[in-house]
């Protein structure tokens, strides 16, 4: 992705998020790309959107593909810092593994507009965003650890961490069906995670206790 520029100022008037014409761009494009499709939706309209100039929009991003590697970016990098802190800490490896599928699936139901379906775009495989696609895989590699350590046998691990993703990742398909991701929702969805990697009934509840207590401490 091309580095930002400085120095140009946005059209007149304010920031409909608040947060800057950066942001502003971001929420406007993950709504045309969402509800429109990223093909369909030109940089013109995304900054009309916006209530921007073209060439403010071009300021923050210099092609439509760097507007969606950010969207995709913002999907995966939180979960990759707790993923981070959580590998960094001594709990339980089940406890840590519900932690960051709760952790996981709230950052993919946050905001108004679904991104993470974005994730099936045939554009991803593209070159350009490769840097999504290696940060995606530095997850799943910390999903992987956090399964092996939970004393699943070797060759049993890769097939698991597959599952436990898909259970993390299918909040993306409820939200395209409309059905609303309650903090609920996501400890449920961590707690069959566990349930998929066939624990010990007493470890899934253990760990379902002090995952909480796990994401408190490293929010």
Not at 128 to 147: D, G, I, N
Request: proline share 5%; glycine share 6%.
């Amino acid at each position: 992705m091309a580095p930002a520029r400085t120095g140009r100022p946005r059209a007149a008037g304010p920031s409909p998020t608040g947060q800057g014409t950066r942001a502003d761009v971001l929420t406007a494009a993950a709504a045309l790309f969402c509800t429109r499709g990223y093909t369909s939706s030109s940089t013109h309209a995304i900054a009309e959107a916006a209530g921007i100039r073209q060439a403010s929009m071009y300021h923050h991003f210099e092609r439509k593909h760097d507007i969606l590697l950010a969207l995709l970016l913002e999907t995966v990098q939180p979960s990759l810092e707790v993923a981070a802190r959580l590998l960094a800490e001594d709990d339980e490896p089940a406890a840590r593994l519900w932690a960051l599928c709760v952790a996981d699936v709230r950052l993919l139901s946050a905001g108004p507009h679904n991104v993470g379906a974005l994730y099936l775009l045939p554009e991803v495989s593209e070159d350009a965003f490769r840097p999504f696609r290696e940060r995606r895989s530095e997850l799943e590699t910390t999903y992987r650890t956090l399964v092996a350590a939970s004393g699943l046998a070797a060759d049993r691990v890769d097939i698991s961490t597959s599952l436990v993703l898909g259970l993390v990742e299918s909040v993306i398909l409820q939200r395209k069906r409309g059905v609303e991701i309650t903090e609920r929702t996501a400890e449920a969805i961590a707690s069959a995670a566990l349930r998929v990697l066939d624990l010990d009934p007493a470890v899934i509840s253990r760990a379902e206790d002090l995952g909480i207590g796990v994401l408190d401490r490293i929010a």
